[in-house]
């Protein structure tokens, strides 16, 4: 069974880098078949896409956070890594990733990790 | 971007009561169009994709409909465990959105 694990500060200060990780278990990251993505939730708010990966590296990023956003991929831990800079208030989200299924019509979001709260405070 | 509306943003329903989430699209999508569902606390849990394709292990009583601008989540006989917030989401374009959410409560 596919599980995905975010890790990294629960809490960063404002204009720092929040960085966190996510770990991929029961399956490969190196698979053709899939993208991986970054997806927030602000307490009591929707969702929002932050950007996605493919294993060779290439990734697609939402333009309102493009400017602060890094998305990396190593596949030798079978991890993907999400860096977004100078932090405010506002990044203060739950944050997920996902598996994105390219085989399927619509690309859908199909396994998710269990999310990470990362509030951004001094 | 594309900007995906739901209605109602919330509503009151009672076990076994079928019932109707709509989501709008702010210009043609065709069927990229993907539904899940988020209890408190946890990640979303995908539930019909491509419009009107139940997920694996989805229950039946779940369906979609719709293409281009316009489609639907029902839920045909609402149970205890189907209390919770539903999210519509286009791939169609990036970037990718999502829509504001309808909340499912207990009347």
């Known amino acids: 069974q596919l599980q995905l694990q975010e890790s990294g500060p629960g809490l960063v200060k404002p204009s720092e880098t929040l960085s966190l990780t996510c770990t991929v278990s029961?399956?490969?990251?190196?698979?053709?078949?899939?993208?991986w993505g970054w997806i927030r939730q602000p307490p009591g708010k929707g969702l929002e896409w932050i950007g996605s990966?493919?294993?060779?590296?290439?990734?697609y990023y939402n333009p309102s956070l493009k400017s602060r956003v890094t998305i990396s991929v190593d596949t030798s831990k079978n991890q993907f890594s999400l860096n977004l800079n100078s932090v405010t208030a506002a990044d203060t989200a739950v944050y997920f990733c996902?598996?994105?299924?390219?085989?399927?019509?619509?690309?859908?979001?199909?396994?998710w990790g269990q999310g990470t709260l990362v509030t951004v405070s001094s | 971007d594309i900007q995906m509306t739901q209605s109602p943003s919330s509503l009151s329903a009672s076990v076994g009561d079928r019932v109707t989430i709509t989501c709008r699209a702010s210009?043609?999508?065709?069927?990229?169009l993907n539904w899940y569902q988020q209890r408190p606390g946890k990640a979303p849990k995908l539930l019909i994709y491509?419009?009107?394709n139940l997920q694996s292990g989805v229950p039946s009583r779940f369906s979609g409909s719709g293409s281009g601008t316009d489609f639907t989540l029902t839920i045909s006989s609402l149970q205890p465990e189907d209390f919770a917030t539903y999210y519509c989401?286009?791939?169609?374009?990036?970037?990718?959105?999502f829509g504001g959410g309808t909340k499912v409560e207990i009347k």
């Open positions: 990966i493919y294993y060779s590296g290439s990734t």
């Open positions: 989401q286009q791939t169609y374009s990036s970037p990718l959105t």
């Open positions: 491509a419009a009107s």
């Open positions: 029961g399956g490969s990251i190196s698979s053709s078949n899939y993208y």
């Open positions: 996902a598996r994105i299924r390219l085989q399927l019509t619509a690309s859908p979001l199909d396994y």
């Open positions: 210009q043609s999508i065709s069927s990229y």
